[in-house]
């Protein structure tokens, strides 16, 4: 079963990259437009919280995050984000938070079709670790918001602010990821596979929450010794 998977890999329409001493992508999922049906039901992004959880290939050091607007017609704010090594579901360790810069600020307002990455930040980044990703909005949020409907994957949105000491009062459940588009890390001499496919390797028949896509199974049987 492990050789019939690693030979699709190599065989399946991928590119393969040899980088050293750059960034290198650790998790990256494909940006989208969101219809009405997949925005949260119960309450909007604006003013409130969004709590995400990603699975990463590669460790590092260093990391930095990438945030997406392209398929938005308005901009969205972005008041911070921190980053922590998630907890049953929607908790987080807080010794591990960390929050990111953009430009030197915590926050951001990406404009419309607009794409930013974080400033470069020092993080104890543990190979096919999962992480938690929290952004707190701002007033202003699109109508329809750049998102991967596919998560596969519990996101979850608290009203109002969230500190990384206190609780995460989950107002509701989606499944979907919204505005975060890719984790890339410093490597040195890392190899990097990108992967082209469908629904079914978007990851369409596996178990929500248990990051069990087929990626995610090839980037362990690698040894997560090179980047997915």
């Known amino acids: ?122 993080y104890d980044l543990k190979p096919l670790q999962l992480l938690s990703v929290t952004i707190n909005y701002g007033e202003k949020t699109p109508k329809n918001a750049t998102s991967h409907r596919g998560s596969r994957t519990t996101s979850y949105i608290m009203k109002g602010e969230s500190k990384p000491k206190k609780n995460f009062e989950v107002a509701e459940k989606v499944e979907h990821w919204y505005n975060i588009s890719a984790l890339e890390v410093k490597a040195d001499n890392k190899d990097c596979i990108a992967v082209i496919g469908n629904s079914i390797t978007d990851g369409r028949g596996t178990t929500t929450d248990k990051q069990n896509r087929w990626t995610d199974v090839c980037a362990e049987l690698l040894g997560a010794k090179w980047a997915f």
Do not use: C
């Open 1 to 122: 079963m492990k050789r019939q998977l690693l030979t699709f890999v190599f065989t399946s329409a991928m590119s393969l990259v040899a980088l050293a001493g750059n960034w290198v992508g650790s998790w990256a999922t494909a940006p989208e437009f969101t219809g009405e049906g997949d925005m949260p039901k119960s309450v909007s992004l604006s003013g409130n919280s969004l709590r995400q959880v990603i699975h990463v290939s590669l460790g590092s050091d260093e990391l930095r995050l990438k945030l997406s607007n392209e398929f938005s017609n308005e901009p969205v704010e972005i008041k911070s984000v921190y980053i922590a090594d998630p907890k049953d579901g929607d908790g987080i360790v807080p010794s591990t938070v960390r929050y990111l810069k953009f430009d030197g600020k915590s926050g951001v307002t990406i404009d419309p079709k607009g794409a930013v990455y974080s400033d470069p930040l020092k």
